[in-house]
C-alpha cells in the first residue's frame, strides 16, 4: 500500500542554518504530496503541497520539489528562525483512494539562537 | 483561515468507562470529517471517514463498535471510545475537509489526549 517515509529526528539546528527534512513516498497512483507542520500545543497545519511532478510548493520560506523520478518530496529552508521549532509532517494523498491523508512519522526541528 | 476544535483536549478516565471526543469545524461546514490516532514517535493513523447523516466508514483492524463515530451536523463529529482499555490510551485528531476552488484541504483540530488507568 501507499506509505510515506521520513527521516527520523529530533533535528538541531542554529539559527540561520538550512534545513533539509527528507521525504520519499510509494504509491501506486499519481498522489498529491504535503507537508504540515505542528507547533507545540497546536494542531497540524498545511505548509505546503504539490499536486503533480515536478511541482514546487513553497510557503513562509520553505519549499519542497515533487520529484517523481526519485519519489522524493524533500523540504528545505535556506536560513531557519527558533520560531520554525515544531514537528513536520510529510503526507500523501492518492485520488483514486479517497482523500484521507497518509502520514510519515514526523521529524521534530529543534532552532536554538 | 478555517479553525477546527477538539474538546476535551485531554482526559484521564478509568478502564471500562466510555470517552466522547468532539470535533468542530467552527467557522465553515464540512461534509467529511477524519478521525486519526497518534501513538507516541509515530504516524498519524486513519481510523475512520465521517460523511454528515451517514455511517462511518472504519479503516480495516478499527473496531467499530468500539471507537463510535456519530456526524450528526456539518460541524460537529463525535468519536466515542466505548469501554476504554489502558491500551486505547493515545493521541486522538480530527481533521475536517472542505472544498474551495475546486481543490479539497484538510484542517486539523489541536487533538485530544486520552490516558485509561
Known amino acids: 500500500g501507499d506509505s510515506v517515509t521520513q527521516m527520523e529526528g529530533p533535528v538541531t539546528l542554529s539559527e540561520e542554518a538550512f534545513l533539509t527534512i527528507n521525504c520519499t513516498y510509494t504509491a501506486t497512483g499519481y498522489p498529491s504530496l504535503f507537508w504540515y507542520v505542528q507547533y507545540p500545543g497546536e494542531g497540524l497545519q498545511l505548509l505546503l503541497k504539490?499536486?503533480?511532478?515536478?511541482d514546487k510548493g513553497s510557503n513562509k520560506g520553505f519549499e519542497a520539489t515533487y520529484r517523481k523520478e526519485t519519489t522524493s518530496f524533500h523540504l528545505e529552508k535556506g536560513s531557519v528562525q527558533v520560531s520554525d521549532s515544531a514537528v513536520y509532517f510529510c503526507a500523501l494523498s492518492d485520488p483514486q483512494a479517497g482523500t484521507a491523508l497518509i502520514f510519515g512519522k514526523g521529524t521534530t526541528l529543534s532552532v536554538s539562537s | 483561515g478555517a479553525v477546527v476544535s477538539q474538546h476535551p483536549s485531554w482526559v484521564i478516565c478509568k478502564s471500562g468507562t466510555s470517552v466522547k471526543i468532539e470535533c468542530r469545524s467552527l467557522d465553515f461546514q464540512a461534509t467529511t470529517m477524519f478521525w486519526y490516532r497518534q501513538f507516541p514517535k509515530q504516524s498519524l493513523m486513519l481510523m475512520a471517514t465521517s460523511n454528515e447523516g451517514s455511517k462511518a466508514t472504519y479503516e480495516q483492524g478499527v473496531e467499530k463498535d468500539k471507537f463510535l463515530i456519530n456526524h450528526a451536523s456539518l460541524t460537529l463529529s463525535t468519536l466515542t471510545v466505548t469501554s476504554a482499555h489502558p491500551e486505547d490510551s493515545s493521541f486522538y485528531i480530527c481533521?475536517?475537509?472542505?472544498?474551495?476552488?475546486?481543490?479539497?484541504?484538510?484542517?486539523f483540530g489541536p487533538g485530544t489526549r486520552l490516558l485509561v488507568l
Open positions: 504539490a499536486t503533480k511532478a515536478d
Open positions: 481533521s475536517a475537509s472542505v472544498v474551495g476552488a475546486g481543490e479539497e484541504t484538510q484542517y
